[in-house]
């Protein structure tokens, strides 16, 4: 299954890769590949902003705003005012579960 | 039965785990501790004695499952971070990190049947690994201070981790060696492939790094889903089927057994449906954009409910009535699947926000006017 994929925020900047891999252990969509000893986005679309590979990016070539694809949470934080979208410590919340 | 301890952060916490989200030191489990039954004796070690955890689930870890599925009292179903033995571990034993959500906890340690190794249980406040490294609890700062805490460099005599692939949204493995010297190795998505990752050497094949969400996947999800919608849907229904007694001739209890009721049953019938079939529909339900699916939806429920209603006569009073259930009952269901793109694995926070953005004012309209024609519909009694 795949989202709304033209509105996925990630940036790699190719020219900063050593090619060490690590986005591509760490993604859980494939979004990278290696080809030539240097990571390439593969399949861009396919990215969910967990922000794993740019966490895991020792030479600061991946940008993502990370952040939930909650609704729930977008909704509730609007809500009560605040400025950061996140699961809360909600027992309810689903999507810790 | 003792109390609850308070903790400074204002969140209590079960006295046999002491105050451990405020760092104060926790209380070693003891095997015989009724909340502890899955604790089996100890191993010795230089940094002292390492609680040993069975590799089977018994009968009450099941219920715990099925309970903390079905949403009940699964905050106080933690278990106390720190160091775990599996079998007869040595230094040289692999040592798997974990959240002290105890859902993820026995899986793992299931996992492990047969095998010595090590767990570190980080407190991640009783959230699954992906939330909580998305919280940033299961993640870098954590694992260096339960690395300190536990003496793990004392324990073992190797500097190898295996942390769970979707922990590294919180764990970032250069800093991590960088501070500790431990070598993060990310194993698998599931910890169903972790005796396969552990048997070929820890290779991990690429099938083992993608994240699914099958039909199973989204099936375990409905239960909590339905616990969460329920009580305001219950508070819906009733409001609606005290409307319902509103009419041209005043309020009476017979309108609200006969209008109202079936109000309400439209109402909670469609939360009930939706809540179920809509994660179960998902892929074949048309659209990228959850509110469109919910929608589509919602419309095929219309279709069906007015077909039917022409039988059995379902739909009772206004013309009015039967276009306020047009519009509500697609509206409520784009609503409900707007708000499970949480639950899934593959929605980002800006495609969730540029459909919000769309989405959220249509909703809220369609709310308005259905609510209007329907209240509307009691009064005016037009058609049929």
Known sequence: MRYIESAVNLEFDRSLCNGCGMCTVVCPHAVFRLEDKRAVMADKGACMECGACAKNCAQKAIKVRAGVGCAAAVLSSFLKKKTSIECGDDPDSPCCG | ?384
């Not at chain 2, 329920?230 to 005043?250: C, D, E, R, T, W």
């Not at chain 2, 469109?292 to 069906?304: D, W």
């Not at chain 2, 276009?323 to 009952?329: D, G, K, L, P, V």
Request: with cysteine; proline share 5%.
């Open chain 2, 1 to 384: 039965m003792t109390k609850p301890v308070e903790c400074s952060s204002g969140k209590t916490t079960p006295p046999e785990f002491g105050c451990s989200c405020c760092g104060a030191p926790q209380k070693q489990p003891v095997s015989n501790s009724r909340n502890f039954h899955w604790i089996d004796g100890s191993v010795k070690t230089q940094s002292g004695e390492i609680p040993k955890v069975k590799t089977s689930l018994n009968f009450r870890d099941r219920v715990g499952t099925i309970k903390t599925r079905w949403g009940i009292g699964r905050m106080r179903y933690l278990v106390p971070p720190g160091l775990y033995a599996v079998g007869g571990p040595a230094p040289e034993s692999p040592v798997f990190v974990s959240a002290n959500y105890k859902l993820s906890f026995d899986l793992l340690r299931k996992q492990l049947a047969n095998r010595n190794g090590w767990i570190l249980v980080l407190d991640t406040k009783g959230i699954n690994v992906w939330c909580a490294a998305g919280k940033g609890t299961f993640g870098t700062g954590e694992l260096l201070r339960r690395i300190k805490l536990t003496h793990l460099d004392n324990i073992v005599s190797h500097r190898r981790l295996i942390v769970p692939q979707l922990g590294a949204t919180g764990v970032s493995a250069f800093k991590v060696q960088k501070a500790s010297g431990f070598r993060v190795i990310f194993g698998p998505v599931r910890v169903k492939d972790l005796p396969a990752f552990l048997d070929s050497d820890m290779k991990v094949v690429p099938e083992m790094r993608l994240v699914r969400f099958d039909l199973k996947d989204r099936l375990v999800l409905v239960p909590i889903e339905l616990m969460i919608g329920l009580k305001y849907m219950l508070l819906g229904s009733f409001l609606i089927a005290l409307l319902g007694g509103f009419s041209s001739n005043g309020y009476s209890f017979t309108n609200v057994l006969s209008t109202g009721l079936t109000g309400a049953s439209v109402f909670f019938g469609s939360f009930l449906s939706g809540t179920i079939l809509g994660p179960l529909l998902l892929p074949v339900l048309p659209g990228r954009a959850f509110s469109i699916k919910g929608a589509v939806l919602g419309i095929f429920f219309v279709l069906v409910l007015f077909l039917s209603a022409s039988h059995i006569n379902l739909v009772s009073g206004s013309l009015l009535q039967m276009i306020s259930f047009a519009i509500i009952i697609p509206t409520l269901l784009s609503f409900i699947l707007m708000n499970f793109t949480g639950s899934t694995t593959f929605t980002s926070l800006s495609g969730v926000l540029r459909e919000m953005r769309r989405a959220v004012p249509i909703q809220l309209t369609a709310a308005v006017i259905g609510f209007i024609l329907w209240f509307g519909g009691l009064f005016i009694n037009i058609g049929r």
